[in-house]
């Protein structure tokens, strides 16, 4: 059983638009949920993570977190070509579980 | 702004040798770890490390991999006898506070190529 899930993708949205990415989780007591960017070649950086249900808005980012649904998402507001990278959701319950990730493209 | 350091960037090694990845932390934090990335997949925990002992590790970690704090800044992942399927980015991270709430600082990532 996977731990945490998400759509490969790819993702391919235009300039301006809000690209939405999901992820679902298969630990029940997990507390803390992140999502880290990684650009081809590079290490994963931090976004955003939320602790508690609801959204939580950092500039163009907004995460989202339904703890009965087991679901955490990320929209992106504006998107710009700069965001073209790989999205990974992680979440810790035991250990710090990473998703496969979804790659976004934003086209100009 | 402090940062992870981790090196070799790059090494090719032939099947069954020992490699030693290194990295330091940033100089404040507590929690250690070890991922890895095979090319195209997922980034997979390895090891945690807290208090100069291991708190967690994962199947993939097995006698085959050791992980040391030899000094206060250094932390090592060890591999004693390469295999091929070895190959893949190593990436080590650090945090300042507990799992539940630390975010993890990466590394760039030490590649790995068995041969």
């Known amino acids: 059983q996977k731990e945490v899930e998400q759509n490969s993708g790819p993702l391919s949205v235009p300039e301006g638009a809000i690209a939405s990415l999901n992820c679902t989780y298969s630990?029940?007591?997990?507390?803390?949920f992140f999502w880290y960017r990684q650009y081809s070649g590079k290490s994963p950086e931090l976004i955003m993570f939320i602790y508690s249900n609801g959204d939580k808005e950092d500039g163009r980012f907004t995460a989202q977190l339904n703890k009965a649904s087991q679901y955490v998402s990320l929209l992106i507001r504006d998107s710009q070509p700069s965001d073209s990278a790989t999205y990974l959701c992680?979440?810790?319950?035991?250990?710090?579980?990473f998703g496969t990730g979804t790659s976004l493209t934003v086209i100009p | 702004e402090p940062e992870v350091t981790q090196t070799p960037s790059h090494q090719v090694t032939q099947m069954g040798q020992e490699v030693i990845l290194r990295c330091v932390p940033i100089s404040n934090h507590l929690y250690f770890y070890w991922y890895r990335q095979i090319l195209g997949q997922k980034v997979e925990f390895l090891v945690s490390f807290y208090n100069n002992e291991i708190s967690e590790k994962s199947e993939i970690f097995d006698d085959q991999f050791s992980v040391e704090r030899p000094d206060g800044s250094n932390f090592t992942l060890k591999i004693r006898s390469t295999k091929l399927e070895d190959s893949a980015m190593y990436f080590c991270?650090?945090?300042?506070?507990?799992?539940?709430?630390?975010?993890?600082?990466f590394g760039e990532g030490s590649r790995l190529t068995v041969l």
């Open positions: 992680a979440v810790i319950g035991n250990q710090f579980y």
């Open positions: 630990d029940r007591g997990s507390q803390s």
């Open positions: 991270a650090s945090s300042p506070g507990t799992r539940l709430t630390g975010e993890l600082f």
